[in-house]
């Protein structure tokens, strides 16, 4: 292991290295990078375990959150949705990005996760708390879950025009009329924009604000420290490049009754 900025660091492989988070720590799991491209979620999987079934979906940028045996990877055509939430042990989840935001879920006394693709639409849309109130719904409780947010573009860098951020921070405050009314705070939603017609808007922290809102705590959150636009050597961006170009994150779930 190579450390990173706690609790971030990176696992090596003879291929490279992909990103992982503490708080996932008992579950098999990676963001991976662009070193990895082309490579796809069933090329991916023996780097996690091998004897896991593999599901992912045809990403669409809405709010639809899948159980996994209807979406299994070799699927034609792939179910189209945003999210998949495990039901039984042994499922690898994954969902590719660029800019937009890949979050992975974890139960960690039950042992279910959950991925999710989450740009500025499926996050106006409530894609990640979709995710994880199907996982409430199926047992878990929300102290037990753990959830990383991984390398995506940053709020400082993602210009967006005022209705973009005000739709997506309605997902906060419905009856929201000035997306600027998030500027404030030690980790604002939104900062200002040197364009009087924009402004800049963190994905992550909206994410970050739906999930204290189902009762998550800080503490049960982490955001990784990487910028998918500002770290060129890492990762792809379709905002810096105009090109289609993913890397994927995967997690596994695992048995129950892990505490």
């Given at each position: ?8 660091f ?7 290295t ?5 708080l ?40 639809k ?8 990877h ?105 997306p ?24 992550r ?7 204290l ?47």
């Open positions: 292991m190579i450390a990173d900025a706690n609790p971030w990176w696992q090596a492989t003879a291929t490279g992909y990103l992982r988070c503490q996932l720590a008992d579950f098999e799991h990676g963001f991976f990078t662009r070193t990895f491209a082309p490579a796809e979620p069933h090329q991916l999987q023996p780097l996690l375990n091998p004897q896991a079934s593999v599901h992912r979906v045809k990403q669409v940028h809405g709010n959150v899948l159980p996994a045996t209807i979406a299994p070799s699927a034609s055509p792939l179910s189209e949705a945003d999210g998949l939430y495990s039901e039984a042990a042994g499922q690898s989840l994954w969902v590719c990005s660029a800019d937009c935001t890949p979050a992975l879920v974890a139960d960690l006394k039950q042992g279910s996760v959950a991925a999710v693709h989450a740009g500025w639409r499926g996050t106006a849309a409530g894609v990640l708390r979709i995710a994880v109130q199907q996982l409430l719904a199926q047992g878990s409780q929300p102290e037990d879950l753990r959830v990383a947010l991984g390398p995506a573009i940053a709020g400082e860098v993602y210009q967006v025009e005022p209705q973009v951020a005000l739709q997506t921070l309605q997902s906060l405050a419905p009856e929201l009329t000035d600027q009314a998030f500027l404030t705070g030690s980790t604002p939603a939104v900062l200002p924009d040197s364009a009087a017609d924009r402004l800049r808007l963190d994905v922290q909206v994410n970050r604000h739906q999930l809102q189902l009762g998550l705590s800080d503490a049960q959150i982490s955001i990784a420290p990487h910028c998918t636009f500002q770290d060129e050597a890492h990762f792809f961006s379709y905002r810096r490049s105009n090109q289609r170009q993913v890397q994927w994150s995967g997690i596994v779930s695992q048995a129950g009754d892990r505490r």
